[in-house]
Nanobody
Framework: VQLQASGGGLVQPGGSLRLSCAAA?????????VGWFRQAPGKEREGVSCISVDGGSTYYLDSVKGRFTISRDSVKDTVYLQMKNLEPEDTAIYHC???????????????WGQGTLVTVSS
């Protein structure tokens, strides 16, 4: 596993969480666009957000625009997904992966992290 995802948990509606996607030892995210996908029970996987190699371009799923912010730290070799004003509909397992990031996002190069569970419930 080249990517290590963390930061999930249980949060009340309206709360916040920050997910992290870090490069595993011996791997670097420096040359890849990185994105977050999520899959809720009984639903198809969907692309939530991605960020370009240089961090200058981002993409967001319409339902998370204005609530989620993706960023990357080249020193820490980590990509973050700051999630605010969380809704029960955001409940899912979140995975990070290397992607092609533009007006949408698709997995690319085959590098994935393990999932981290986000549960939004009162």
């Amino acid at each position: 596993v080249q990517l290590q995802a963390s930061g999930g948990g249980l949060v009340q509606p309206g709360g916040s969480l920050r997910l992290s996607c870090a490069a595993a030892s011996g791997f670097t995210l420096d040359y890849f666009a990185v994105g977050w996908f999520r899959q809720a029970p009984g639903k198809e996987r969907e692309g939530v957000s991605c960020i370009s190699v240089d961090g200058g371009s981002t993409y967001y799923l319409d339902s998370v625009k204005g609530r989620f912010t993706i960023s990357r730290d080249s020193v820490k070799d980590t990509v973050y997904l700051q999630m605010k004003n969380l809704e029960p509909e955001d409940t899912a397992i979140y995975h990070c992966a290397t992607v092609t990031c533009g007006f949408g996002m698709v997995p690319d190069s085959g590098y994935w992290g393990q999932g981290t569970l986000v549960t939004v419930s009162s």
